[in-house]
């Protein structure tokens, strides 16, 4: 199993025999596990992608009209988009400026004060 990497210094095949070819500075390259733990160790080189890019969700807010996997009524509540024309059609939601507004206003919805320490 290889590794991605990118090298934090030029790395020579001559140096790291299991290297295919040199590796310039910034390069990214692969390398074998046992190579890729030698080199992170050394801190000559780090890991190319430390995470997945995460996809961001589009969210809508929304009021809940009835006790539902989305809360109570009159939840105030951020949708993802893809769900909100079912969720609308089921009677579960309302997206509408007013009932998103009305639902902003309830005292169930209100930041709770901090605790004093």
């Given at each position: 199993?290889?590794?991605?990497?990118?090298?934090?210094?030029?790395?020579?095949?001559?140096?790291?025999?299991?290297?295919?070819?040199?590796?310039?500075?910034?390069?990214?390259?692969?390398?074998?596990?046992?190579?890729?733990?030698?080199?992170?160790?050394?801190?000559k080189a780090k890991l190319a992608d430390l995470?997945?890019?995460?996809?961001?969700?589009?969210?809508?807010?929304?009021?809940?009209?009835?006790?539902?996997?989305?809360?109570?009524a009159n939840d105030l509540v951020e949708i993802?988009?893809?769900?909100?024309?079912?969720?609308?059609?089921?009677?579960?939601?309302?997206?509408?400026?007013?009932?998103?507004?009305?639902?902003?206003?309830?005292?169930?919805?209100?930041?709770?004060?901090?605790?004093?320490?």
């Amino acid at each position: 199993m290889k590794t991605k990497l990118i090298a934090l210094a030029a790395l020579t095949a001559a140096a790291y025999p299991a290297l295919v070819s040199d590796v310039a500075q910034g390069a990214s390259f692969e390398a074998p596990t046992d190579l890729a733990e030698q080199l992170l160790g050394e801190q000559k080189a780090k890991l190319a992608d430390l995470a997945p890019a995460v996809k961001r969700v589009k969210t809508v807010k929304a009021r809940v009209l009835t006790v539902c996997e989305y809360g109570s009524a009159n939840d105030l509540v951020e949708i993802s988009e893809d769900l909100v024309k079912q969720a609308e059609k089921d009677g579960l939601i309302d997206t509408d400026k007013g009932a998103v507004a009305y639902a902003a206003g309830l005292e169930q919805n209100q930041p709770k004060p901090k605790a004093k320490t």
